[in-house]
C-alpha cells in the first residue's frame, strides 16, 4: 500500500497495488470506474463521478482501477502519444476525490489471459457491487471480451455494469484522441478546457547548447521522450515549477530550427525572473497559450527580437 499526501492540503486516495499482498476484500460492496484513463480528462472525470456517486447510494467505497502502465505501451509503442506518465496518471487519479486506486500490474502473462480469467484474476471471489466503464470497454487477450460478455459476467455474480457514452463538448465526445490530436494542432486551450486542467510535462534539466546565455535569455533543456511528445512544435506561453515555486516561462517546443544540427532538447524552457543554477533539477511545465509556430531565422539579431518579443507577452498576459 501506498498513501499519498497532497501539499495543497486535499484529501487524496490511498493507492493499492494489485500484487501478491494484496487483498482483494477491498472490492467487496464497491463502485468502481475501471480504465487506464490517460490525461484524467473530463471524459474519465464523469465516469469516476458516477462511480463515486453509486457508492454513496449503496454504502459503499468508491475506487479507481487502473493499470500501472498503459497497455498500448506493450502492443504499439511506436504510434502511442501519451498524455500522462503513468505515474502523473495514477497520482492524478488518486485526487478525483475516491476512497482507493487499485493498480493492476499489466504484464504479458496477464494480457494473455483469456477475459474469464482476466476478470477472475482482477477480482478473485470478491466482486464489486457496481463497475463503471467505457460503453467501447474491451478486456482480455486480443481484447476479446466485449461490454456484453461483462453484463454476462456481472449478472452471474450480482455486479451491477454500467458502460458509459462518453461525455461530450459541442456535439462531440472527449476522448484522449481528440485531445492528442488538438495537442498535436498546437490548440493548447482548447485541450486544456476538455482535459479540465492544464497540460504539462516534467524532466530534469540537462546542459544545452549555451546560445540561449550568451543572446541573454538562458533555457532550461529537457528531453521530452518521443511517447511523451504529444504537443505540436511552437512557441508557448507556460508556467514553469522549480522546488514548488512557479515562474512564468517561455518555452520553445520541438528543436529548433536555427539550430537543428546541434540541439538535442526537445523542451526549452526560460524561466522568467528565475536566478541559479538549473542542472540536475525536476521542472514541471504547465502550458497555457500557443504563441507562434517554429522557424528558421535569417541571422541572430532576428531571433532575439523575436524571443525578446515572446518573453515580454509572457510578462504582461501570464
Known sequence: MLVVYSRRGLVVAQIFRADETFSQSLFAGA??????????????????DCAKQSAQSLGGRSLVLTFDIDP???FRPD??????????????????????????????????????????KT??????A???VGYDFKFGARAKGTVEDLRQWGHKHAVSIDALGLKSEDGAPISA???????????????NRLLGHTYFVGGVVQPGRGEGADMGFRTANLEIPSIMRALGDGVYAAWATVDSKRYKA????????????????????????????LYGQTIRVEFLHWLRPMRKFDDIDELIATVQGNIAWVRENL
Not at 501519451?82 to 504484464?107: H, Q, S, W, Y
Not at 477480482?123 to 464489486?128: L, R, Y
Open 72 to 74: 498500448d505501451e506493450v
Open 123 to 128: 477480482f478473485g471471489d470478491t466482486t464489486p
Open 177 to 191: 484522441t481528440r485531445i492528442r490530436q488538438l495537442l498535436s494542432e498546437g490548440d493548447i486551450a482548447e485541450a
Open 79 to 120: 504510434k502511442l502519444k501519451k498524455l500522462m506518465t503513468n505515474e502523473d496518471r495514477i497520482a492524478t487519479l488518486a485526487k478525483t476525490g475516491v476512497d482507493a486506486v487499485v493498480v493492476l500490474p499489466f504484464t504479458l502473462e496477464f494480457a494473455a489471459s483469456t477475459p474469464e480469467e482476466f476478470l477472475r
Open 250 to 277: 517561455a518555452v520553445n517546443v520541438g528543436v529548433p530550427a536555427t539550430f537543428a544540427e546541434r540541439s538535442r532538447a526537445t523542451c526549452e524552457v526560460h524561466l522568467l525572473d528565475f536566478k541559479g543554477d
Open 31 to 48: 463502485s468502481c470506474a475501471f480504465g487506464v484513463f490517460d490525461g484524467v480528462h473530463k471524459g474519465h472525470q464523469y465516469l469516476i
Open 130 to 132: 457496481s463497475l463503471h
